[in-house]
């Protein structure tokens, strides 16, 4: 299995419509020409400059959009974003939030019951559980919505900016986590902005600018053109 | 995600925002029953206390008899319209197909509206005793929930791509309720009239809960058959509108 191409965008584009006074939008192309392929069990970064169209990348390959132009050819329904925080209510308690963003990311009800324990002692929430998660500090909900996303388990994991949420201490827990989940064989897209990251991380690296792609390959060699760029300040189209 | 997972999220997520609503309030779920019944308190106040006299109690339980299924109708179909935008945060991070958002609206209000239906049959059972048409009540109910279902998700399709439709939607309500025979028996009206009455579905359920309650009758089944029928196509067209756009909508919200 491994190496197989899962998903592959060809030549893809995505435009929003911004309204812009009465009767009339504006078009406005977020990615323009974005190629590549995603392979079976590896870890790929996708890195760019803020506004680089980054998150709609993201957005197109968890399914949530479809290219205005180009193809997507998918060979899984099981991507998902890791979503922190999907459809949390505040009014509710923490226990009833977790089975609801479980259940949004794809976990069976009686699945998500069944690991709550663990899913408690993991968010340190033991005593809060039952409490309505308004009552949260940011901390806790941070803790609660990581722990949740991170049991959701698809095929291939979508990543944003950073791996490790919450205060200090769970900081360093969930991303120790996520490290593990990235160096088993699962499929992760890692997208940020941080070259750290993706030298760490990653297996080969895109390098979108603008909307488009601009080199694919080693982390090394990408990340260091990506770098020589911005000290430059020279934006390559 | 499963298919079979999807039914699980529209009956837990439309419990839960149901929770969340009682929890928000001071008085909770006590809501649920005082609002449709301040509701049709200011209906009965300004249609029903002109028509009192001998007789003025079935008018008010004849009044009820409409109101309630009228108001579960209308704010299926008013929530329903704006379910895409209420929801943007969440279809930007998941996806989701979009016709479980109508569903879980579906969820909350069928709730709401099972429990006022309860308390409308109490009073009915106190006032005139209860009859074996009753039995009819589910069948009614279900025909119900079909139409509002698929005008809801309707509604939900078309308003995001077309925001301006909202205030359409909200004007045609009250425009359909007036024409809905929650006030007057459309069987009264000159044959020409109620001919053109006939053609808004809800004028038939409504016609059916007040012959099931009032009148211990059986409904008109042929009639709700022909709503059946009617709410099937809309929520096929609509499924297929939603099918069409699934992907497209969450651009829109951003804009």
Aim: some cysteine; overall charge neutral.
């Amino acid at each position: 299995m491994s190496g197989e191409t899962i998903i592959e965008l060809k030549n893809v584009g995505v435009r929003y419509r911004r309204k812009a006074g009465f009767m009339r939008s504006n078009a406005f192309w977020a990615l323009h020409d974005v190629s590549f392929n995603l392979k079976h069990g590896e870890t790929l970064g996708v890195i760019g400059r803020n506004g680089a169209g980054k998150s709609t990348l993201l957005r197109l390959l968890a399914g949530i959009l479809a290219p205005d132009r180009g193809v997507v050819v998918s060979h899984t329904d099981r991507v998902s974003l890791l979503a922190l925080q999907a459809g949390f209510i505040p009014a509710l308690t923490g226990r009833e939030n977790a089975v609801l963003s479980g259940i949004l990311l794809g976990m069976k009800r009686a699945d998500v019951e069944a690991r709550m324990d663990e899913m408690v002692r993991f968010a340190e929430l033991e005593q809060f559980i039952d409490e309505p998660v308004r009552t949260y500090s940011s901390g806790m909900r941070a803790r609660l919505g990581f722990t949740v996303a991170f049991q959701a388990d698809p095929d291939v994991l979508l990543v944003d900016e950073v791996l490790g949420t919450g205060d200090a201490g769970f900081k360093e827990k969930s991303s120790a986590a996520m490290r593990e989940k990235i160096a088993s064989d699962k499929t992760v897209v890692i997208v940020t902005h941080q070259a750290e990251t993706v030298r760490e991380l990653c297996d080969r690296v895109v390098w979108v600018e603008k909307g488009v792609t601009v080199e694919i390959g080693e982390p090394e060699t990408v990340v260091e053109h990506y770098l020589e760029s911005i000290k430059s300040g020279s934006r390559r189209p | 995600m499963r298919r079979n997972n999807y039914f699980e999220l529209i009956w837990y997520k439309g419990i839960a925002d149901l929770h969340a609503e009682a929890a928000r309030a001071y008085v909770g779920f006590i809501w649920w029953i005082l609002e449709p019944l301040l509701y049709m308190a200011a209906f009965y106040v300004a249609f029903g206390m002109g028509l009192r006299g001998p007789g003025g109690g079935v008018v008010a339980l004849s009044l009820l008899c409409g109101l309630v299924p009228w108001k579960w109708f209308s704010s299926s179909v008013q929530n329903g319209s704006g379910t895409i935008q209420a929801n943007s945060g969440l279809i930007m991070q998941v996806y989701l197909p979009k016709y479980v958002l109508p569903g879980m609206v579906m969820v909350t209000n069928g709730i709401k509206f099972l429990i006022i239906l309860g308390l409308l049959m109490l009073a009915m059972a106190v006032a005139h005793g209860v009859a074996l048409a009753w039995l009819a009540l589910p069948v009614v109910v279900l025909v119900e929930m079909l139409l509002a279902l698929a005008l809801s998700t309707l509604a939900a399709a078309i308003v995001p791509l077309l925001p301006d439709l909202d205030l359409v939607i909200s004007n045609g309500l009250i425009v359909m309720m007036f024409m809905s025979g929650i006030f007057s028996d459309v069987d009264r009206l000159p044959p020409a009239l109620a001919h053109l009455l006939a053609l808004n579905p809800m004028v038939h359920v409504i016609r059916a809960f007040r012959t099931v309650l009032l009148g211990k009758q059986w409904p008109d089944w042929l009639a709700l058959g022909g709503v059946m029928l009617f709410s099937l196509v809309v929520y096929g067209l609509a499924l297929l509108l939603m099918k069409r756009y699934d992907r497209i909508y969450p651009k829109l919200l951003v804009g």
